[in-house]
């Protein structure tokens, strides 16, 4: 079956310009989850969404960051106002009884 | 909270065997996962450990004890695909649902 896709696949984007990253989890996976990985480091915790709770924002770096997602679809995630140290891949992953699926992520450069 | 060590670089020769090690320190424990990176793709998952001991797939094997706090990820026969950078990772707070921490990535290189 279809896995975790994420779009766009590269962004490049200006200081200060807004970006918004989309993930679509696989089918009927009730948990999705946003990384942050930075060249050569590991993943970094974002949010954490799960069926209809309120989702775990404690790893959003500043209140630029937001995400939000729609039923148990499509999550989109926002980063406002954006800096250079924003610069990473953002990935996404999404799971249904514990194991995280990824997806390729997406490339982000502010200039 | 979560703190998980893993080496930085290994390098191995083709066909050999490789161990990679984890250690971490979490305030409550339920299950290590360890995930395969090839250099600008997404993570894969490899294995998930709850219980002590070795568990085999195939040419790689990962192993948990929970007393010491440590795990491995064994690799036989190796292949130069299996140069990738392999991410140790522990739930948090322990569950199996909720976020994965991540240790840096231990990037291994296979030469012939």
């Known amino acids: 079956g279809a896995g975790v896709s994420q779009s766009p696949s590269n962004k490049v984007t200006e200081k200060g310009k807004d970006v918004e990253l989309r993930c679509d989890p696989i089918?009927?996976?009730?948990?999705l989850y946003w990384y942050r990985q930075r060249l050569g480091q590991g993943l970094e915790f974002l949010i954490y969404f799960q069926g209809n709770s309120a989702p775990d924002k404690s790893g959003l770096p500043s209140d630029r960051f937001s995400a939000e997602r729609t039923g148990e679809s499509v999550s989109t995630l926002t980063i406002q106002r954006t800096q250079q140290e924003d610069s990473a891949v953002y990935l996404c992953?999404?799971?249904?009884?514990?194991?995280?699926?990824f997806g390729p992520g997406t490339r982000l450069l502010v200039l | 909270g979560q703190n998980i060590d893993q080496p930085t670089e290994m390098t191995a020769t083709e066909g050999a065997i490789v161990q990679i090690n984890c250690t971490y320190q979490t305030s409550g424990f339920n299950g290590l996962f360890w995930y395969q990176q090839h250099a600008g793709e997404a993570p894969t998952f490899l294995s998930y450990n709850v219980l002590d001991g070795l568990e085999e797939k195939g040419r790689f094997s990962s192993f948990l004890s929970r007393s010491k706090g440590y795990s491995y990820l064994l690799l036989k026969e190796l292949q130069m695909k299996d140069s990738a950078s392999y991410l140790c990772?522990?739930?948090?707070?322990?569950?199996?649902?909720?976020?994965?921490?991540f240790g840096q990535g231990t990037t291994l290189q296979v030469k012939p």
């Open positions: 992953a999404s799971s249904l009884s514990g194991t995280q699926y």
């Open positions: 089918s009927g996976h009730t948990a």
């Open positions: 990772a522990v739930p948090s707070p322990p569950g199996n649902t909720g976020k994965l921490i």
